[in-house]
């Protein structure tokens, strides 16, 4: 079933994140007391009354001609066509502004449900001053503090009340998810544009400017994805700024949530430490993994230049061997039709499950072919093995005693694992059992 989507709007510093957060139950958007700071959306999801619903947190609608301020506008605006039910956040201690009136304007012309509340009401005697806000025309004003969580409770049963009923909510079909990673201005958020054939993500050519996490859906023919373009990862030495770190701590995250990670590279400045150091998150996470070589139209491409490149990538990243590369370019789209099947193939074998007797004629085979290696007049036996956990695949291979099998004998089973049933796109591990 599709969950319901509740949007947060408002204009800056009013407490949309604070209250965001409430919502999700823990800090996932950017809490700073400085106006603009959440510039694009952010997706989470919340509980009420047995209730499950996707909320987003989005940029304050700023009324300005600033480029800047004028997309997180158009962010905002997405969000709220995405929405079934916003949520109208004020500040209850500064009373209506001209800022507050514009964004009721947009809500107007929404036609979608929308609920009231007047933040940062934090003691019972601010509540007599709620009743001006009747006049912005949504109806009962609800009181709430969202850093006390007072009256938060009222507020979401009005808005669990405008749900569409659930039999408007369709299915959704098995979604993949995965998430965008990379250095500072490698074009993560460019290629997620380009993508989704609109700009539903800021684009800017100031490193960091995308600092938080976004969910953002796109559906092709025949598979529903979901994109987590994340934060901009930098040296943990230049990471400075409160928001910086929090910025990295939720591309980390976002790792975690992915089925695939689809790495970005830089053609034009080439492979950088950091590149490295990005990828092996994902690669200690156990998630697929597709490496994207973007920027490829400003290289004098050719197939041997291709070839060249590609052995550079795979000497950097002799851990991601299994990991399919992709060239292309965000900016002019050519190849971009070469990363979805890549992604859809690391996904595949992230959930790929062997037969046992299958996978048991595979290790014989191979010990026929190198046999088990011996260690002070002891030689290792290998009596079964089985497929135990998939996202990453996962086998355990009992033997008489762990303690014999030699790294380069587990990655000789390992390699031969991987030619009979492929893998390409996803780590395997592979773990030595004493039978009991």
Known sequence: MRKSVVAIVGRPNVGKSTIFN???????????????????????EAEWLNFTFNIIDTGGIEIADEPLLVKMRNQAEIAIDEADVIIFLVNGREGITAAD???????YKSNKPVVLGVNKIDNPEMRENIYEYYSLGFG?????????GLGLGDLLDAVISKFPERSQLKDEDDTIYFSVIGR?????????????NEDRVIVSDIEGTTRDAIDTHLKTEDQDFVIIDTAGMRKRGKVYETTEKYSVLRALKAIERSDVTAVLIDAETGIREQDKKVAGYAHEAGRAVVIVVNK?????????????????????????????????SAKT?????????????????????????????????????NPTPTYKGKRLKVLYATQAAVKPPAFVIFVNDPELMH?????????????????VGTPIKIFSRKRQ
């Open 140 to 148: 009962e004003p609800f009181p709430i503090s969202g850093s006390h």
């Open 407 to 423: 790294f380069s004998y587990e990655r000789f089973l390992e390699n031969k694992i991987r030619e009979a049933f492929g893998f």
């Open 296 to 328: 490829w139209d400003t290289i004098n491409a050719n197939e041997k230049s291709m070839k060249e490149f590609e052995e550079k990538v795979r000497g950097h990243f002799q851990y991601l061997d299994y990991a399919p590369i992709v060239f292309l």
């Open 101 to 107: 009136e514009e964004v009721a304007k947009i809500l």
């Open 184 to 196: 500072p201005n490698v074009g993560k958020s460019s290629l997620v544009n380009a993508l989704l």
């Open 22 to 44: 409430r919502l999700a139950g823990e800090r996932i958007s950017i809490v700073e007391d400085i106006p603009g700071v959440t510039r694009d959306r952010i997706y989470a």
């Open 333 to 369: 789209k050519k190849r971009l039709h070469t990363l979805i099947p890549a992604i859809k193939t690391a996904s595949e074998n992230h959930t790929k499950r062997v037969q046992t007797n299958v996978l048991n004629d595979v290790i014989m085979d191979a010990i026929a072919m």
